[in-house]
């Protein structure tokens, strides 16, 4: 365990509290897209909405949408005359006629008349009526505009000539029948093509203009003027309204930078006093998990990434942030620490992200319960499957008090959202893989989750089998210093199942000389036959030992520590008192003697050694009275307070009285006498 008494933690531990906050700062949702959610013809869920600013007022969609066809319908395409194109018809019509002269002889005011016939033609027009554009109703136009200097004029299709018309007028124009005959000899039909064509630039100009004319604002919403308040239906002028807020908004946002610079600092302040307080609440109400680095560490980086989570589910996803499942936060806290500190990390994790959101009061209320729902039910996580109850509890706390909150505001169940619930049902299924959660941070941080505990405490695993099997006496040892140490733990609201299982663990280093401790003996005392000095390291080497086969077995640290612990600083006193009687005139060092430890570090530690010494003790008692078993318990935890074993323990002197009181409880359950039951006397058999 690191402490923060190093100056070296401290820093480490400030150093992650910035990179935390200037995270959660630099990936805020700075975007306004989608900030409100909200439908045609749906309540409105939010708080009363005021305008920052003047808001034009836009026709609606529908009519925005009847104004549009309404000028497609009537809207006449700019044509232009096109006099290259007449230029260039006119010198391959000249061309055609100089290279038919083989056929046809023509003077040259022959040539100039059909010339002239065919300028006249196209002073009238020709338009492709095939090209025009259609309206809506797939029926062709019947007007066009022609622009004149700054004039534009109407003119009907009609006025034009199709190029078929166009040919029909140059024959009837030329009477002469050699001239006749030339036109068709030099085929100039294939020569007439339209001159009067749209001028496309100038008719999407003209079009966008009337549009924008047309679609002009009909009126303002001024600066701080009722939009919409809670409860208003959205209409669809509303809602053009809130479309076009939103969109100024974001337009704002991008070009003032002065206009961001206050809200930044603001979300940078807020977002400090929310982790902060976190810190604070640890310093002051649980002063050992703050004095523990990686405890505080494990807790910013539990309320990062679901901020971050969030933060970015809110981003890309719409009613992505009620997706996001917060109750995993107190969820995986309350398995590694306690429920007040799962809850408070959970609250503060909540208030940090319900600044991405614009109802913040409903996000709150909705997140608090649903992480006040899985605190309640989990209580104690030692299967699996008690995830999936705690989902489904989740669950109908969301529904709840989504649908008490609408209709405490609204008075009705119509405003519910289907997506909402939606958003909710994922959020609570997600709850259920808190397990995947669980074990990424025993892995990260070396914690020791109560379902691992239980694992672990299974008679049937690998290390406590071996034991039963070369050590039986210890075996039955560890398992009466379980049951006894277990009882305590629950009296004193410490963590039982650690206790338990630390109990099953502390004494298998003992598996490596089974026959040297009483408990496994027959008859038989190798101690016997060696000095007090080799006795005391073969006793007190069962400490290093078990830790060694703690660490073969990948036990969680938790569990190493009671194997450490168990024996404290204290000495093997029963050789040590051998040894200072054999030496009455030396003054005798007592390190051979004495334990490697370290003291018990908790409450769980302390336990499990008052236990381990009462229950060996309790076997060599002659006598079981009450009173007898009192004396023995009060003796030997006495005795290891006075030694200064639990000086490290956060245990009080109501625990120690508690602890007392529950260890001769049990002890005189298990040895109570029992009475004799009477031989039955059968009736004698009358003589024959």
């Known amino acids: 365990m690191i402490k923060l008494r190093d100056i070296n933690s401290k820093v480490l531990l400030w150093l992650a509290f910035a990179c935390a906050v200037l995270l959660m700062f630099y990936l805020r949702p700075t975007t306004n897209e989608n900030r409100y959610i909200y439908e045609i013809n749906r309540p409105w869920n939010y708080n009363l909405l005021t305008a920052p600013f003047d808001i034009p007022v836009r026709h609606d969609t529908v009519s925005s949408m009847a104004i549009r066809d309404s000028l497609a319908a009537s809207f006449e395409p700019v044509y232009e005359r096109n006099q290259a194109k007449e230029q260039q018809i006119y010198g391959r ?22 010339l002239s016939a065919m300028r006249k033609v196209y002073e009238t027009g020709v338009i492709d009526i095939s090209r025009l554009p259609k309206r809506a109703d797939s029926t062709a136009i019947s007007n066009v505009r022609m622009i004149k200097g700054d004039i534009a004029e109407s003119r009907s299709v009609t006025e034009f000539l199709t190029p078929r018309q166009a040919y029909a007028r140059l024959d009837s124009i030329i009477s002469d029948p050699t001239l006749h005959n030339a036109i068709a000899t030099a085929r100039l039909a ?33 600066h701080g003027e009722r939009i919409i308040n809670r409860g208003d239906i959205v209409t669809p002028q509303i809602f ?20 961001t610079l206050y809200p930044a600092i603001g979300t940078l302040a807020y977002i400090l006093i929310m982790l902060g307080s976190l810190m604070a609440f640890a310093y002051f109400f649980r002063r050992d998990y703050f004095a523990d680095l990686r405890t505080m560490l494990f807790l910013l980086l539990m309320v990062t990434i679901f901020t971050l989570l969030a933060y970015g589910m809110n981003e890309f996803i719409r009613l992505g942030i009620y997706m996001v499942p917060f109750a995993i936060v107190p969820v995986v806290v309350l ?28 996000f709150v209320v909705l997140q608090f319960v649903g992480s006040l729902a899985a605190v309640v039910s989990i209580r104690e996580l030692s299967k699996r499957s008690q995830l999936i109850r705690t989902s489904v509890v989740v669950f109908l706390a969301y529904a709840a008090i989504y649908a008490t909150m609408e209709l405490m505001t609204l008075g009705t169940f119509n405003s519910l959202v289907p997506k909402m619930l939606g958003a909710l049902g994922i959020n609570a299924v997600l709850i259920s893989f808190a397990y995947f959660v669980i ?28 034991l039963s099997e070369e050590c039986p006496g210890t075996f039955n040892h560890s398992m009466a210093v379980s049951n006894l140490a277990s009882a305590a733990a629950s009296r004193i609201g410490a963590n039982v199942q650690l206790t338990r299982t630390g109990a099953l663990y502390h004494d298998i280093g003992k598996m490596n000389n089974p026959a040297f401790f009483t408990e496994n003996q027959h008859g038989v005392n190798p101690h016997n036959a060696l000095t007090p000095l080799q006795s005391a390291r073969i006793v007190i080497g069962h400490v290093t030992d078990g830790l060694k086969r703690a660490d073969a077995a990948k036990l969680p640290r938790s569990i190493r520590d009671f194997i450490s612990q168990h024996h404290g600083r204290g000495k093997a006193r029963y050789f040590y008192t051998t040894y200072c009687n054999q ?23 302390s336990i499990v050694m008052m236990a381990d010494a009462v229950e060996a003790a309790s076997r060599s008692l002659p006598d079981h009275s009450p009173e007898a078993i009192t004396a023995l318990v009060n003796k030997i935890v006495d005795q290891q307070i006075a030694e200064g074993l639990h000086n490290e323990s956060p245990l009080s002197f109501r625990d120690v009285n508690v602890i007392k009181n529950v260890f001769s409880s049990r002890l005189r359950t298990m040895y109570h006498s029992r009475i004799s039951y009477p031989e039955a006397i059968r009736p004698q058999q009358p003589k024959s």
């Not at 064509?197 to 001024?222: C, F, H, K, N």
């Not at 500190?341 to 940090?352: D, K, P, Q, R, Y």
């Open 93 to 114: 019509s000249a061309t055609r006629l100089l290279t038919a002269g083989n056929s046809v002889q023509l003077t040259p005011a022959q040539r100039n008349q059909i």
């Open 335 to 362: 398995v590694f620490l306690d429920s007040r500190m799962a809850f408070f990390t959970g609250l503060v994790t909540i208030m940090i992200c319900a600044a991405a959101t614009q109802n913040h009061w409903e």
């Open 583 to 605: 030496h009455p005139n030396e003054e005798v060092d007592p390190a051979p003697f004495t334990y490697p430890g370290p003291n018990p570090q908790s409450r769980e530690a």
């Open 240 to 259: 053009t309204i809130l479309t076009t807020y939103e969109q100024m908004i974001e337009e704002r946002g991008e070009s003032d930078t002065g206009g």
């Open 190 to 222: 294939e020569f007439i093509e339209p001159n009067i064509v749209m001028d496309s630039v100038a008719t999407a100009r003209l079009r966008e203009e009337a549009y924008a004319t047309a679609l002009a604002p009909i009126g303002v919403i001024q």
């Open 439 to 466: 074990f990424l941070m025993e892995k990260l941080f070396g914690f020791t989750s109560r379902v691992s505990l239980v694992e672990l405490a299974d008679i049937n695993h690998p290390l406590l089998r071996e």
